[in-house]
């Protein structure tokens, strides 16, 4: 448990960046009480319906392995964020004449598709 709990400011940190780190950690801790305050409550109320704990450590198993899966989309992610940061920033350095092809649409479309998906893993996890 001391190894978990001393890693998530690390990736957080690793991931989104030293400026995010506050807001990041902030928010992976407050889920992770979350899932403390819903799961032990939910656990006994499954062991009650049920009588034995197993279907309470399965629903436990599903969350952590749908956990593990979204955990692998963090880094792309996050390098798309520092990405669109960093073209934010440069737009904000030099005036540019704004010209947009259908690729350049085509990229805006897959940028909202992945700031969605984000908010879609935020809000499951």
Same mark, same amino acid.
């Given at each position: 448990m001391g190894s978990y709990i001393t890693m998530i400011p690390v990736l957080c940190a690793k991931y989104f960046g030293p400026e995010k780190f506050?807001?990041?950690s902030a928010f992976c801790f407050q889920l992770q009480g979350l899932g403390h305050i819903i799961g032990s409550p939910l656990g006994?109320?499954?062991?009650?319906?049920? @009588? #034995?704990?197993?279907s309470?450590?399965?629903?436990? @198993? #599903?969350?952590?392995?749908l956990a593990a899966f979204l955990i692998l989309f963090v880094p792309r992610l996050s390098k798309?964020?520092?990405r669109k940061e960093e073209m934010k920033r440069r737009a904000e350095e030099t005036?540019?004449?704004?010209?947009?092809?259908?690729?350049?649409?085509?990229?805006?479309l897959d940028e909202q598709k992945y700031d969605e998906m984000l908010q879609l893993m935020i809000t499951t996890v």
């Open positions: 506050r807001t990041t006994g109320w499954m062991r009650d319906i049920t @009588g #034995i704990y197993d309470a450590f399965y629903l436990s @198993g #599903i969350w952590l392995f798309r964020a520092q005036p540019t004449i704004e010209v947009t092809s259908e690729e350049e649409k085509h990229d805006k």
